[in-house]
């Protein structure tokens, strides 16, 4: 299914990178997969059916603020050349998994939980924690602003 995924919103060559689901628009296999919702205080993140592709007609819809404010994006894990990355694990999936409350209480509907990062490495924790996690957020809580900082 990944590679079906990629296939349909790059015509690059296949990855078999995982998908890292707080991507920036520029990463290499770029899709959006959510649409932020919910209030300034609380916000959440809305799962789409299918990713869409990264466009810059998609991203114009964003305006005028930044594209990662509005939307979730997935797109293949940098690893090493990552900040959160150890070599081996995401830091960021396993400080989300582990220090943000819960946001759900059922698996969101997301459609790159299969080949997402998050999900292979920390499972149903990191799910249930997801749909609050705005990767451009300028109105963070102190404990946000502490997960998204790398260790």
Known sequence: MKKDILKEISNQEKTEMPLCPSARPETK???VFGVVGGTVDEPRVNYLKQPQ??????????????PTEVFRIAGECAGNGCQ???GQNCGLATRVANQLSVATET???????????????EGKSACMRCPQVITDNYNPSLLDRQVATPT
């Open 29 to 31: 296999n770029s899709a």
């Open 53 to 66: 592709p990264v466009t810059e007609d998609l991203l114009s819809v964003a305006s005028p603020v930044t």
């Open 84 to 86: 959160h990355f150890d």
């Open 107 to 121: 698996l969101p509907p997301c459609p790159i939980r299969r080949d997402c990062r998050w999900w292979q490495q």
